[in-house]
């Protein structure tokens, strides 16, 4: 009778928590104990077609109900009432799907405010994050805590453990297979859920997949990034053979496919020169052995379960520097902090455009055509693709760059409900998140409210939307994403955008023109 009492007294404590309202200011306000979307179109984030209008019924933070209201199912229901609540939002017009996930970003370390990203992110749709952590595993943890409990505004954040973090274990010690599960059984009694391969155990194939057993194992997800240096060791096939969720980026891919074991890197090459290892990494696509890549390797990947993350946005820099680094929102909406990061500088990780020739450019261009090509291949053969942008890096602007990175998905061929679904869908998968990716009853309400359809536009999706024209031929400007809900927590996304604006102009009193800019700068006497 006691266990009975005090487990309903525990449910009636989450009810409570999950319909306490909350105000951010004029940002944000809720959950509410209902919340009513009335009249939207629907995307169900699996892939499926729009339907709609539904009035989507909102309880604290889960989705409860979705009541069709197209003029046959109300004839069927005898009845013309709509369902009301605490609060409705008129979506007539509007299109609702799954709040996006992005499997891998970063936050970046001051004096970049971390409320800038959050606040990004969020205004361009996405509701949960893998970030790296920047700032410390224990602020990462502490942030993600924050977020858990909607103390701050930002997105349901996982972030990266690398492997032994946490741990007072020694590299001899990490090193041995034989001691794998103790090292994952203590950093999941820790909090941790995603776990980074990078520069750990990719350099022995024993000990990767022990690590990708175990933490499977706890219920967790591991991610590689397969750097250069130990891609003769591991390759992606490799990989995904040992376990491996989720392979980041484009790298080893191409390697797979060679016909000798290694690329043929340049004499001079050294690894720790940023230019030139993000040069062999887009010539290496032009050694690949092509029939192999979109056969061999892709039904190999498709064959072992592994999911790709491409990230593509974070890349395109590499393709036309010029475009990149003079992209319209930089002036208003990028921090001078993240342009000053941005490079060329030697000193900076991702800034190693400072001997970037038009060979590295041509190489980059046919990589991204082969990559995308194995995506599409890879995505057509049954395989995950998933959703990420790697953003705050290499003139990737948060938020914005979700919404390029769909745009760069759909370049390879995928339809846009394929590319939804990435963002959504499948990436809640692989993050094993079986109540986030969808719209529907029992689903928490983590959702997108949009000034139009992104199977039409995917730029509606941009804060600022997209051009258009009306039926007399007048163009205007429609689109943005008017609100994100996380959690139940309604958002006003065009005041995110308004604080954004004051922290990037704040943040210009004090910047510095970059290599980059200088020749375009007019100079007054």
Known sequence: MKVKLL?????????ADATAQKKFGDLATGP??????????????HGGPPVGPYDIVIQGNMITDMIPFDPISAERRGSTERVTGDRVIDATGKYVMPGMIDLHMHLRQEPMPIEYVYYLKLAHGVTTMVPAPDRGLTNAMSESAKSKSNTILAPKMF????????????????????????????????????????????????LLGAVCREVTAAGGITTFHIAPNTS??????????????????????AESSLDRSVQDYSPTYNYNDENARFGQAGKVWSEANKERLLTEVADSLVAYGVTMLPTRVVYEANRDIIRASSLPWHKKYT???LMDWNGPNPNYHGAYHYDWTSDDEYNWSYAYQLWGELIYAFNKKGGRVAYGTDDNYIFATPGFSNIRELQLLRETGMHTLEVLKAATYNSAKTLRQDKLGLVRPGYTADLLIIDGSPLYNLRYMYSFGALTVDNDGKMFRKGGIIHTIKDGIVIENAKLMEEVEKMVAESKTEGRLSAMEEPFVIKRD
């Open 7 to 15: 487990f309903l007294v525990t449910c009636l404590f989450m009810l």
């Open 32 to 45: 509410y104990k209902k919340l009513v979307i009335r009249g939207a179109m629907v995307l169900p984030g």
């Open 159 to 206: 972030p990266l453990w690398s492997y032994g973090a946490n741990t007072n274990y020694d590299q001899i010690f990490l090193d041995n297979p034989a001691n794998v599960k103790k090292v994952v059984t203590e950093m999941f009694s820790k909090g941790a859920h995603v776990v980074s391969l990078d520069g750990g155990p990719g350099w022995n194939q024993e």
């Open 232 to 253: 003769p060791v591991i390759q992606a096939v490799d990989a995904a053979r040992l376990g491996v969720t989720m392979i980041e980026h484009h790298y080893s891919y």
């Open 335 to 337: 921090h001078q902090t």
